[in-house]
């Protein structure tokens, strides 16, 4: 199916393994986006890319790796889990069609609930 | 630096009540405001958007006006539904970045 599709949907872990979330998007969408929800904190991001092997960072990067090594992939990593990044974790993307003008919108993945013991 | 203020949730409100969220924004520049929604366990979907000063977004009865003068984009609909629980985040998009900045997000609960 067309969309952005994020896996696991759950995933419990321990202290200090390194977890891999994945993220793909069937659009080739030059833009993802990886977010952290939190209660309080609303959205808050974490890293960003911008085309394939392009990355940046965001407000709260400390602790995360990503890779892009193709456009529809763009997985997140802890590399050793805290229990501060308990959080539920979005993947998002968008086009950058001329058309699109100074659209914005993006389109999320149903997200992934991570909880770290 | 940009920023997006939401005010604080939960609103409680009775079906077929009138609903205002409240969103301010500090922007340099001309900033895209942007209104989404999360429903329980799911994303957040785009519910509408405003690309430039007094423009409207309408969206599922759902209404924001981009009001320069005031720096708002407060969210309103006319008579709310069970269905229209969810929480609902006003973003920024600012056309010399590559990112939109959420505000924290308001939950909106609606009973019967």
């Known amino acids: 199916d067309a969309g952005i599709t994020q896996s696991p949907r759950y995933k419990i872990t321990e202290t200090g393994r390194q977890v891999t979330l994945m993220c793909h998007q069937t659009?080739?969408?030059?833009?993802m986006f990886w977010y952290r929800q939190d209660l309080g904190h609303g959205l808050r991001l974490i890293y960003y890319s911008a085309a394939a092997d392009i990355t940046d960072k965001g407000e709260v990067p400390d602790g995360y790796v990503v890779s892009r090594s193709k456009t529809e992939n763009f997985p997140l990593t802890l590399e050793s889990a805290t229990r501060s990044q308990t959080s539920v974790y979005f993947c998002?993307?968008?086009?950058?069609?001329?058309?699109?003008?100074?659209?914005?919108?993006?389109?999320f993945g149903s997200g992934t609930r991570l909880t770290v013991v | 630096g940009d920023s997006v203020t939401q005010m604080e949730g939960p609103v409680t409100l009775s079906e077929e009540a009138f609903l205002t969220i409240n969103c301010t924004y500090t922007?340099?520049?001309?900033?895209?405001l942007f209104w989404y929604v999360q429903y329980p366990g799911e994303g957040l979907q785009l519910l509408l958007k405003?690309?430039?000063?007094?423009d409207k977004g309408s969206n599922k009865g759902f209404e924001a006006t981009y009001r320069k003068e005031t720096t708002s984009f407060h969210l309103e609909k006319g008579s709310v539904q069970v269905s229209d629980s969810a929480v609902y985040f006003c973003?920024?998009?600012?056309?010399?970045?590559?990112?939109?900045?959420f505000g924290t997000g308001t939950r909106l609960q609606v009973f019967p």
């Open positions: 922007a340099t520049g001309y900033p895209s």
């Open positions: 998002a993307s968008r086009s950058t069609k001329p058309e699109q003008g100074r659209n914005y919108g993006y389109t």
């Open positions: 973003a920024l998009g600012v056309s010399t970045a590559d990112k939109l900045i």
């Open positions: 405003a690309t430039k000063a007094d």
């Open positions: 659009w080739s969408h030059s833009y």
